[in-house]
Structure formats: C-alpha cells, structure tokens
C-alpha cells in the first residue's frame, strides 16, 4: 500500500505543529496516579476538538474515544499517568515546560508515555479523514494509575466497562519497533519479628535486622538461581527497600521488613515465585507476603488486586505482530525489530490476564523512561503518527485470523 504510506505520512506532517503542542500542553499537566484529572480534561478536549465519532470518561477515569461501528475492534492504548520528578536540581530541563528546541521535546512523560496518546489522537484524526474501514472500530483509550498498578486500568475498561478489543497496540516505547511480550513481576515482602530491649542491654533483645540480614543473602543467591528464556531474558529478584521499627535510636529493634521486586519469566508464576521465597534457607519464622493495591481513583472509584502482573508473550509469526510489523514498515521503508520491553505494561491485563493479542508500537527509547530529561524526536512523533493511522487498514485483511479473548500459548 504505497501510496496509503506516502498520503499518512504527508498528513502527519502536516499536523506536525498540533501533536507538539498538544505533547506539550499535557507534559505541563503533572499527572501522577490517582491525580491525573486535570491531563485527563485535557485530553478530553483535544479528542472533541479531533472530531472523534464519541469521546467519554470511564468510570474509574480513562479517557476513550471511538471512530467507527464495525465488528472488529482494535484498541490504541497509552497510560495518561507518569512517575514524579524527584530532585528538580537534578533537570537541565523543566520538566513541567515542555521544552522543545533542536527537534526535541523534553519532560516528565516525553518518553513515558504521553508522546503515544498525542501521536495516536492525531493517528486517529488521519484516520478519520482517510475514511475508517466499513468493518473496523477503533478505540483510543487514555488510560490512568498505570504506574501505580500496570494493567488495572486496562483490565477495568474491558471487564467493566464492556469495551472488549479483538487486538491491543499499546503505545509504551518501543523507538518504532514492535515489541510482542514482557516479563510478568510480583511485589512481596519479607518480616522478622523480635523482641526489643534497651541497647545498653541488647543480649536481652532479639533484633529483627540481625535476623532478617541473611534472608537478604539468600535472596540475593536466590536471583543468580532463577530461570532463563531465550527471548524474554532471565527470571530475577531485587531487594528495593528495607524498614524496621524500634522504640528509639538506643534500642533493638522488634521489626524489620524487606519489600521485593521479583520479575517473571516464561514459565514462572506467583505461585512458584512465593513458594521459592518461602523456602530459603534462613527464613526461619519470616512471613513472606504477596503485596496488594489499594487505591481510589481521580473519579472516585476504588481499584483493589494483588500486585501480581503476570508474563506474556505473543509468537513472532502471529498475524497481530506481522500486520503491525508490515505497516510500521511500509511507512519507515524499513522493517522494524521485533523485541519486547524490559519493563512492565498494560499488556499483563489484555494480553497476560485476558489472552487479547497485544503488541506495541510507540516513539520513544525505552532506557529514557524515568529518567531525568526525557526526550522524544520530533521527527518519530510525525512517523508515529502516520504508522498509527495506517495500522487498522494492514489488520482489516488479517481480522479472521485475529481473535480476542483466545489465550495464546506463553511458548512459542
């Protein structure tokens, strides 16, 4: 389809100022989980103005649009929400201005993930004005508290809400490849008790830090232990926070607590991973605990599950990840890699939970998210863009292939 390509990208182009602005306006909006309200609005306004077929507010406070009323549905889906700044001495650039010189936008989200939501509105209006094809709907959905608890919001839009896509593109970033899976993660923790006494006196104690110190050794071993997958990467384990409570700074401390970070590969799963922390050598009588989420959102409803986000991946040959591949590559005039994310995504909730064929496609370097001074090139923002809007019409031809709601094997 040349001629579609070269039409896309000329009319990226040509809105090439509106997707800066808007990029900008919603990296000046801090949004971080359950405070995302004022981005939201924001982009609620920007899909009226773009002339979308119905633009609404979910009940937990995703933001969707919707062109077209065909059987087969296709979601476009970035998180709206981003993590915080930190220590602000430590930015070049403001990251609440949305600087853009050099052919470079810079912020909080410029990689994570807000450029998606303004290439895949702009994507949606090239759509639109092209025609949607008589068979398709497509859906963009903004999505919220993503950073917080990944895959939540997306898990409430299809099981609540009724939204139920064929086929999933998440705009997390991908430097304009197409990525096909991630390690799942679990959050736990690990508690000692002991028993407090002055530490003029400390043999009169038992001190939960003492106790809980060669439990942080074993973890330690555990993850050099864990298994490995060709394509996904090594299963690991990650002490990423220690407390403990104590009566005063001259006393032996009665608690302590290790918070872990415990990524997933291809095989494993929650109940493998606790079983193996509940069984390290120095445990002794330690709790382990899965973690849970429990939060209200910025519309007021509540999101409560465990923090277990679980593996996926999609084969490399299926039609989702060639369709999405071969219309990324009609518009870049060169193939792109097919990879997967370091981190986790939205994809544990449509892809790891419900089995919807998910893949992503967005602008951006993955090692840029979080970071101070994130960037995104101008010139991807436009290729995005057109790549967006050409996607339904490379999956129309593939849609009795595609089937969501069937659960893929995780093996290939």
């Known amino acids: 389809m040349p001629d579609l390509s ?34 939201c609005e924001r982009v609620r306004q920007e ?28 979601l476009l889906d970035g998180h709206i929400d981003c993590v915080g700044v930190g220590d602000l001495a430590a ?34 209006k090239v759509l639109k004005e ?26 409430h839009l299809i099981e ?42 400390s043999e009169r104690g038992i001190n939960a830090l003492y106790k809980i110190a060669p439990i942080i050794s074993d973890v330690e071993a555990l993850s050099g232990r864990l298994p490995e997958d060709e394509f996904l990467g090594k299963g690991s384990v990650v002490v990423s926070f220690i407390e403990c409570t104590t009566p005063s700074l001259n006393a032996v401390p009665d608690r302590a607590r290790i918070y872990l970070d415990r990524r997933l590969t291809v095989g494993e799963t929650v109940e493998t991973a606790l079983a193996e922390l509940r069984t390290l050598p120095h445990l002794g009588d330690a709790v382990v605990e899965l973690l849970g989420y429990d939060a209200t959102s910025w519309r007021g409803e509540r999101a409560k599950q465990d923090k277990f986000y679980p593996t996926w991946v999609l084969p ?12 990324a590559e009609a518009v870049l005039g060169a193939r792109p890699a097919i990879s997967r994310w370091s981190f986790s995504t939205n994809g544990v909730a449509s892809m790891g939970r419900l089995g919807i064929p ?25 290729r995005a863009t057109a790549v967006y809007s050409v996607i339904p019409q490379y999956l129309m031809p593939l849609r009795n292939q595609l089937s969501g709601g069937q659960r893929l094997p995780l093996k290939e």
């Open 160 to 201: 609540q809400e009724g939204i139920r896509p064929h086929v999933v593109v998440l705009g997390e970033p991908t430097d304009l490849n197409v990525y096909r899976g991630q390690r799942g993660r679990v959050e736990v923790t690990i508690t000692t008790h002991g028993v407090s006494s002055h530490a003029a006196h």
């Open 6 to 39: 070269e039409d896309a990208l000329a009319a990226a182009r040509h809105h090439e100022t509106a997707i800066v602005r808007f990029l900008r306006d919603l990296i000046a909006i801090p949004a971080e989980s359950c405070r995302e309200e004022q981005r």
């Open 316 to 327: 490399e040959q299926h039609p989702l990840v060639q369709g999405v591949a071969a219309a």
């Open 358 to 382: 998910t893949v992503g496609f967005a602008p951006g370097r993955e090692e840029l998210a979080h970071t101070t001074d994130e960037w995104i090139l101008v010139d991807d923002l436009v």
């Open 130 to 155: 092209r025609g949607v094809p008589q068979d398709a709907t497509v859906y963009l959905s903004a999505t919220v508290m993503e950073e917080d608890c990944d895959g939540y919001c997306l898990l």
């Open 91 to 124: 930015w070049k650039h403001d990251p609440f201005e949305g600087e853009h010189e050099n052919g470079k936008v810079w912020g909080r989200g410029a990689v994570d993930e807000l450029p998606a939501i303004a290439c895949m509105a702009y994507g949606l």
């Open 47 to 74: 899909y009226e103005k773009l002339g979308f077929d119905d633009v609404f507010f979910d009940r937990l406070g995703n933001v969707i649009a919707r062109v077209g009323t065909g059987p087969f549905k296709i």
